[in-house]
C-alpha cells in the first residue's frame, strides 16, 4: 500500500540519520555537487577566474532559491484555501471565531 510504503521509507531515513555520526560529511557530496551545477552553468568552459566563477555562481546560486521561493508563493496563492491579501482565508466560515 502506497501510504505503509511512505511511512517505511520514512522510518529508514529516521533510523539512518540516527546512526549517522557526522551528518555533515554525509551530506558533503551533494552539497559539493550542487555548487558544482552553478559553476558549470556559468562558466561551461571553465575560462574565468577561480574568484570570478565563484561570484557568479553565487548570484546564480542566489537566483535559482529566489526563483524557487516565487513558484512556491505562486502556487501556495493558487491553492484552494489560499488567504487573500489582507490576510483572510477564502475558505467559508474559516475567518469566524468558534
Do not use: C
Not at 529516521?14 to 557526522?22: G, L, P, Y
Not at 557568479?56 to 502556487?75: D, E, T
Amino acid at each position: 500500500m502506497t501510504a505503509d510504503r511512505s511511512l517505511i521509507a520514512r522510518l529508514a531515513a529516521h533510523e539512518s540519520w540516527a546512526n549517522t555520526a557526522d551528518p555533515s560529511a554525509r551530506t558533503a557530496p551533494a552539497r559539493r555537487a550542487l555548487l558544482d551545477r552553478f559553476e558549470r552553468q556559468v562558466d561551461p568552459d571553465g575560462v574565468l577566474s577561480p574568484e570570478e566563477r565563484a561570484r557568479r555562481a553565487g548570484h546564480a546560486r542566489k537566483a535559482y532559491f529566489v526563483r524557487l521561493a516565487l513558484r512556491s508563493a505562486q502556487a501556495r496563492r493558487k491553492a484552494p484555501g489560499a488567504s487573500d491579501e489582507a490576510g483572510r482565508s477564502s475558505r467559508p466560515d474559516e475567518n469566524q471565531p468558534e
